[in-house]
Antibody, heavy 115, light 106 residues
Framework: QVRLKESGPRLVQPSQTLSVTCTVS????????VSWVRQPPGKGLEWVGA???????DYNSALKSRLSISRDTSKNQVFLKMNSLQTDDTGTYYC?????????WGQGVMVTVSS | DIQMTQSPSFLSASVGDRVTINCKASQNINKYLNWYQQKLGEAPKRLIY???NLQTGIPSRFSGSGSGTDYTLTISSLQPEDFATYFC????????FGAGTKLELK
């Protein structure tokens, strides 16, 4: 069964770094691209960035300076790191599998940026 | 960057109605347009990919059309479980979502 599951802190202090892990099962991260997408409470979706199946990455130009996406192929995990967090970074962070665009989403992790 | 303008933002309709939701891209996206449904507290679910291809397991009352910069999602006869929020996504050049359409029961 194909699944993606995000894990990470629910609360992050302003100016700190967010680290979220996406653990996938049922497919290999070396065979499919994986994206990160976020959604502020009650708002729309924003593509954050992606790690392509070959291992290269691309990021949303508005967030690029604060982002890093990486992976551990032995554990079939993808990692998101975003630094210098502010309150408007609060939201649900999803990882998602690609196939003709974004196909399947994890359940998401709700992250609140607050002191 | 490609911008996506989705309309309407809100839509009130009744069970059995036919409804359409539109997305307009800021440039030609070559039919690389997907539609998603999202219910409260849940992850989005893909309905349509590449303009008019129905995702496996999605009822045939959902359909998509369009080309160039203009795309449409049609629900032919609304069912109670269809009241949700709908998003489009262009994947011609990276990824941009529409702002969403909240479909509510009239």
């Amino acid at each position: 069964q194909v699944r993606l599951k995000e894990s990470g802190p629910r609360l992050v202090q302003p100016s700190q770094t967010l680290s979220v892990t996406c653990t996938v099962s049922g497919f290999s991260v070396t065979s499919y691209h994986v994206s990160w997408v976020r959604q502020p409470p009650g708002k729309g979706l924003e593509w954050v960035g992606a790690i392509w199946k070959g291992g290269s990455t691309d990021y949303n130009s508005a967030l690029k300076s604060r982002l890093s996406i990486s992976r551990d192929t032995s554990k079939n995990q993808v990692f998101l790191k975003m630094n210098s967090l502010q309150t408007d970074d609060t939201g649900t962070y999803y990882c998602a599998k690609h196939s003709e665009g974004i196909l399947l989403w994890g359940q998401g992790v709700m992250v609140t940026v607050s002191s | 960057d490609i911008q996506m303008t989705q309309s309407p933002s809100f839509l009130s309709a009744s069970v059995g109605d036919r409804v359409t939701i539109n997305c307009k891209a800021s440039q030609n996206i070559n039919k690389y347009l997907n539609w998603y449904q999202q219910k409260l507290g849940e992850a989005p679910k893909r309905l349509i990919y590449n303009t008019n291809n129905l995702q496996t397991g999605i009822p045939s009352r959902f359909s998509g059309s369009g080309s160039g910069t203009d795309y449409t999602l049609t629900i032919s006869s609304l069912q109670p479980e269809d009241f949700a929020t709908y998003f489009c996504l262009q994947h011609n050049s990276f990824y941009t979502f529409g702002a969403g359409t909240k479909l509510e029961l009239k």
